[in-house]
């Protein structure tokens, strides 16, 4: 890669056309390959060796380089000076490649020519030698748009193809591609471009055009970018057209429809106060600064997930949505939410957005987003209460053992007295009051004869835990845990006696003697025996 990029010769504007950045800056050597280097090495090392393979697939996201390194092995194998593995780009070859104009390099569309008569043509084209280079080259871009029929014709000359003939293919979802074509070809995956080399590089791009530009502004743009050199250098072609000599983050901002990065990191810091209407002036601040609702949810959940990621420990190469300058902000924020609480506002606002592409009320189900975000409590203080209480529940009697709860409206007048324990002989066992009083009077007739009985002191029982708050979430869950002690378990459920079904009350009847003799009687088959049961009086259904 240079360090100061300048626009293609070849690619240069004839007649005062302009050339887009995209194409005037495309690379023309494999170290120009920006992000791509195991893939430029490895084609090297193939073309120094003398190990070109006849079938290549270049697989990866759009605006990667598989294109561009297509034709740079293209001119590396047609260069009057090659095969070399570092095409000149001044020979006749180089340039009419580098341009699209060679007979013998031909650009296939595989969206527009997908069909089995353009295969068919393609496989009698090959035959022919090339009329001026040395190997003629097929490069097929989106070649998973091919039909079957269309793969099929090409199986037996890409397996078998003339020696004169090289195919490069090039796609973005290999998984469409039929195993039988893969198989024939050596496959190389292009990675996505680190968003600091996209940076680095719109800024050569942008000096070498005579444009400043922000610090602030490079990485908003590397960041959108999301991995696409591309993408890149196109919203960089956006601004160069309004720009006046200096591209600065706000105009970025305004262009991209998003909202600053200080104002979402303050968006979240409301929502981690429970600052509901603070949370939604924050978000109609963005929106009337020309941001759009949905972009501004999806910044917020870039920026929890870089405090998640800042919070277990990642260092701040690995943030992915807010500025490298926000690491310690995004840190505290996360330590002081916790994970399981960024995971749960994460998933409301994944649960947003899928509702908000289907919806006309983009701004109405924000607001609720906001607002269920502000809402949120600290989950991981409720999951260790949650583990506090299991352990409390562990110890304590089971269910079967409580008494029944009492029924809804009733009147503790009305309340039927529990069962009297009964002690070992059967006998029932007394009061509590009356075993009380009966322990007095034996211990006072006991101290009337032998003396005083010595005093002992009993350990003092347990302090209790100190009680949450009505309103909280522990309280909440301890009672719910309170009311499902008192339900019947699913053993004692699933021992209760079942009714039996219409089969086997068949299958009763018919075993008792009147039945059998009558059956026999008639001639009945116990397969043709049919027993509706008598229907239940008004009420039995209830009472049972």
């Known amino acids: 890669m240079s360090d100061s990029p300048q626009p293609s010769d070849v690619t240069k504007p004839d007649g005062g056309d302009y050339v ?21 090495a490895a084609l090297k090392q193939a073309i120094a060796a003398g190990r070109v393979g006849h079938a290549y697939l270049f697989t990866g996201a759009r605006g ?14 047609n260069c009057e000076q090659g ?8 020979c006749d070859a180089c340039q009419r490649i580098a341009t699209g104009d060679d007979v013998d390099v031909l650009e296939i569309d595989g969206a527009s020519n997908r ?60 998984q469409k591609i039929p195993i039988t074509i893969l198989s024939r070809c050596q496959r190389f ?134 500025l490298p300058t926000q690491y310690e902000t995004a840190k505290a924020l996360g330590e002081r939410l916790g994970v399981a609480t960024l995971l749960a506002a994460m998933q409301v606002l994944d649960q947003t957005a899928a509702r908000m592409r289907v919806s006309v009320h983009e701004r109405t189900l924000a607001d609720m987003a906001i607002v269920r975000l502000a809402s949120l409590e600290d989950l991981d203080e409720l999951a260790q209460a949650v583990a506090d209480l299991r352990s409390g529940a562990a110890a304590a009697p089971p269910a079967s053992n409580r008494p029944p709860a009492p029924k809804k409206n009733t009147e503790p007048s009305q309340l039927e007295p529990l069962a009297k324990p ?3 002989d059967g006998r029932p066992a007394q009061p509590a009051a009356s075993v009380a009083a009966a322990t007095g009077a034996a211990i006072a007739s006991r101290q009337s004869v032998a003396g005083p009985a010595p005093h002992i002191e009993l350990a003092s029982p347990p302090a209790p835990p100190p009680e949450a708050e009505p309103n909280s979430l522990v309280a909440q869950f301890a009672a719910s845990l309170e009311r499902s002690a008192t339900q019947p378990s699913v053993g004692d ?14 299958a009763e009847i018919a075993q008792q003697p009147f039945v059998a003799k009558a059956m026999e009687l008639f001639a009945v088959e116990p397969d043709k025996l049919r027993y509706t049961p008598p229907k239940d009086p008004p009420g039995a259904a209830s009472a049972r």
Not at 83 to 89: I, K, L, Q, R
Not at 244 to 257: C, K, R
Not at 300 to 322: I, K, N
Request: hydrophobic share 45%; glycine share 8%.
């Open 422 to 424: 009964a002690t070992a």
């Open 83 to 90: 095969p070399t593995p570092t095409p000149c780009n001044a």
């Open 20 to 40: 887009v950045v995209a194409r005037r800056y495309r690379p023309q050597t494999f170290g120009e390959l920006i992000g791509q280097q195991h893939v430029a």
């Open 493 to 506: 459920q699933l021992a209760a006696p079942r009714r039996p079904s219409r089969r086997q009350q068949q």
């Open 189 to 322: 995956d292009f990675a996505g471009v680190d968003s600091q080399n996209i940076a680095t590089r719109l800024r050569q791009i942008a000096e070498a055009e005579g444009v400043g530009i922000d610090d602030e502004a490079l990485q908003i743009l590397s960041i959108r970018a999301a991995g696409s050199m591309r993408d890149s250098q196109s919203l960089l072609e956006q601004l160069l057209a309004v720009s006046d000599g200096q591209i600065t983050a706000e105009a970025v901002n305004a262009l991209l429809g998003v909202a600053p990065a200080a104002r979402v990191a303050e968006l979240a810091e409301r929502l981690a106060d429970h600052d509901a209407a603070s949370g939604l002036g924050a978000l109609d601040a963005a929106v009337r600064g020309g941001a759009d609702p949905g972009q501004v949810l999806d910044q917020l959940m870039g920026y929890y997930r870089d405090a998640l990621a800042a919070t277990v420990g990642c260092p701040p190469e690995q943030m992915r949505h807010a």
């Open 64 to 77: 990667v380089g598989k294109t561009s390194a297509a034709r740079i092995l293209a001119k590396a194998l």
């Open 115 to 174: 069909g089995i008569d353009e295969i068919r043509q393609l496989r009698q084209n090959a035959g022919v030698r090339p009329s001026r280079a040395r190997l003629k080259v097929y490069i097929i871009d989106e070649v998973h748009m091919l039909t079957k029929e269309a793969f099929n014709a090409l199986l037996k000359t890409l397996e078998e193809p003339p020696e004169h003939v090289k195919f490069i293919f090039a796609t973005t979802e290999p």
